[in-house]
């Protein structure tokens, strides 16, 4: 069974260096973004109107892709003082019970993400008028790696036969 449990945590750092990959990818366009937007304000004659726009999506895309690598390395909002103090049995059971909870919640974002994603190609962004479906599509696809991970930290931890979780296991 530990094989199973290695597997998936292996899986999980797998999915977690692409995510990682395209928040840093998105970072470098934001930090480009808002360097055109500053020296098109202060320094060149040139009107340039999208960077405004465009650094608040590219941030907010960020934001919710980093949301499945905290779950990989279970960083995300948790009591551990109590969780580390239970034994490694309850802690185990604990652990998948709030991942199927965790599960659940981001199931319901990944399809009212679709249907936001849908109901965006009639709506327009105030500056670009592009239309909002594309900068929406951030809210689905963040919620797909969330869930991907939690079913693969899920997996570890009821497999692991050692006790140990995935949020110890990223400490070791």
Partial sequence: MQSI???????????????????????????????????ARYVL??????????ARYLMIWMALLAVSSGICYREHI?????????P???????AVLFDLIALGFFLIILIYGIGMVERGFSRYTMIESIPKAYPFIGVPLAAA????????????????????????????
């Avoid at 948790?78 to 239970?86: A, C, D, E, K």
């Avoid at 490694?88 to 604990?94: A, D, F, G, N, Y």
């Fill in 5 to 39: 449990a290695d597997t998936a945590i292996i899986s999980s750092r797998k999915v977690n260096w692409l995510v990682e990959r395209l928040c840093v990818g998105l970072m470098v366009l934001l930090v480009l973004d808002v360097w055109l937007g500053v020296l």
């Fill in 88 to 94: 490694p049995r309850v802690r185990k059971w604990l």
């Fill in 145 to 172: 790696f969330s869930c991907i991970q939690l079913v693969l930290v899920a997996i570890h931890d009821f497999y692991s036969d050692d006790g140990v979780t995935a949020a110890e296991r990223a400490e070791i």
């Fill in 45 to 54: 004659p040139v009107q340039v109107t999208f960077t405004e726009e465009l």
């Fill in 78 to 86: 948790g009591v551990l003082i109590i969780f580390q103090r239970l």
